[in-house]
């Protein structure tokens, strides 16, 4: 058997792994100078380090697994599965049970006419797929003119040509371009681009944005508007409460299909099984991953709501699919994951006990001299660092450097929070008791307390001129 074992010494690991391994979304010399931290073990939110350190996963891997580390039944059910049939396609008129099971269950979770399931492998996958859904829809309703895609600045939607496309951040567009047909409109960050503005007006400015759009394109040139119902990866940027409806108005108004990507947002996150859900949203298409399958397998798809698919399927053949499109092992995996999501009560937990036990909390951070707002929706949250909170003042350094230093005294308590910019985000396992969470905002207090002493101390506690 070929084995990869945990035995050899962390510093031959690290050395390996930098010879070797090329990390996503990673500086590959900085990483090398410094070593990767190695995670060898997890059990419910923790896990444990090769050096034997036990860290709170203040992120559930990366905003995925939701039931918590260690379920041997997903073990059981993929070992299962394996032996069984352990791979077939659902190309060219076959399928298999654990696809069928899974469409099935997606259809009667989804909300509305979601009824559809195109599976892939990820999210990214499964927003390509979306790319040429909403593009074959018009063009078998003979409008093949209709294929721009509107979206958002800071939104994320995956890394891959398309999916990267869909997203609104620069630096991965910098990194291989862009393909062609997708817009981008202003995020609803009131907290850093708000002004001087109220929330709710600030959101349906934001909200407006997409009818001009559709005006200056022409609403005979556009398919679709994607968006996150909460942008995850930007930030945990929560909309203002008049963004999404006003959204919907626009949409329902010119006839535009509506994406919505809850690859972040599903399945229990936000205290219900879609993000769609929590902020009334009515999409045409949800994009899913992630805590589909709690991460245990690479599963993403697309569910599809009854008028898509009916005018997909009278196009004939849609030539697209991924030869691990509803893998009978993730397939099986993502099923189980949605059983004991159910039976557990999870999003129930999310809903009634953790997210008040963690709301009145994460709250009080504001208290704390470094951080201005903060959010929380579900167990989906994040705060803004700011020098001076009436001003809702960015630092004079540049954006990330304040953020970096908080999370590196975060993964020194053995906490994992991330930061994006100068923003500090959680998505803890959805298992979280209200015990861990006093753990992890007891060692997200001391990492705020002990970066707020070095940037004092380096004198980095200084706002940008206006
Ligand atoms: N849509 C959304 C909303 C996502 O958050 C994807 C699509 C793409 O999914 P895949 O499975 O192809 O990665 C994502 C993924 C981060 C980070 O830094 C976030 C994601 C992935 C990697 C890093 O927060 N989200």
């Known amino acids: ?25 990673t500086d590959a010399n900085g990483l090398a100078a410094k070593g990767a931290r190695i995670m060898t073990r997890g059990k419910g939110v923790w896990l444990t ?8 996963d203040g992120m559930a891997g990366l905003w995925c697994v939701n039931v918590g580390y260690g379920r041997k039944e997903l073990a059981e059910v993929a070992a299962r599965q394996m032996e069984e049939l352990a791979y077939y396609n659902t190309f060219f008129q076959t399928t298999h049970v654990p696809a069928i099971a899974l469409a099935a269950k997606l259809a009667e979770l989804a909300p509305g006419d979601l009824n559809h399931v195109f599976f892939a492998g990820s999210g990214s996958e499964a927003n390509d797929t979306n790319i040429r859904l909403v593009r074959r829809y018009w063009q078998v309703k003979g409008m093949p003119e209709k294929r721009v895609i509107i979206a958002r600045k800071n939104g994320y939607h995956g890394s891959t040509m398309g999916g990267g496309s869909l997203g609104g951040m620069a630096p991965i567009h910098a990194h291989g371009g862009m393909i062609d047909g997708i817009e981008h409109i202003d995020q609803p960050y009131w907290w850093g681009e708000g002004g001087e503005m109220t929330e709710d007006d600030f959101g349906l400015a934001r909200a407006k944005q997409l009818e001009e759009k559709i005006l200056e394109l022409g609403v005979d040139k556009v398919a679709a508007f994607i968006g996150e119902p909460i942008q995850g990866a930007g930030g945990v940027i929560v909309p203002p409460k ?91 995996v993502a099923l189980e ?31 704390h001299p470094l951080v201005g707002e903060a959010k929380l929706v579900g167990l989906m949250g994040s705060i803004a660092l700011t020098p001076d909170k009436a001003k809702r ?29 100068d923003r500090m985000i959680i998505s803890p396992p959805l298992v979280i008791t209200p015990a861990e969470i006093d753990i992890l905002i007891e060692r997200a207090r001391k990492s705020l307390d002990e970066s707020y002493a070095s940037l004092k101390a380096d004198g980095l506690l200084v706002a940008k001129a206006d």
């Open 1 to 25: 058997m070929n084995m990869i074992t945990n035995h050899l010494p962390t510093a031959e690991l690290q050395a390996l792994d930098a010879a070797h391994h090329m990390h996503p979304f």
């Open 49 to 56: 380090d090769s050096e034997g350190q036990k860290i709170i």
């Open 242 to 332: 008049t963004y999404w409806p006003e959204i919907q108005r626009i949409c329902d108004k010119y006839g535009i299909l509506l994406i919505a990507d809850e690859v972040i947002t599903g399945f229990g996150r936000t205290g219900n099984w879609f993000g769609s859900q929590t902020f009334g949203i009515k999409p045409h298409i949800m994009t899913i991953a992630k805590g589909l399958s709690s991460g245990y397998q690479p599963i993403g798809g697309s569910i599809v709501c009854d008028e898509v698919a009916r005018v997909v399927a009278e196009g004939g053949e849609f030539f697209h699919g991924y030869t691990y499109s509803g893998h009978p092992v993730a397939a099986a």
């Open 337 to 367: 994951n949605l059983r004991i999501l159910q039976e557990e009560h999870i999003v129930e937990h999310v809903r009634d006990v953790a997210h008040p036990y963690l709301k009145e909390r994460w709250d009080a951070l504001t208290e």
């Open 393 to 421: 003042a960015k630092f004079a350094s540049e954006s990330g450097t304040v953020g970096f230093r908080t999370r590196e005294r975060c993964f020194a308590n053995n906490l994992i929070m991330r930061h994006v910019g």
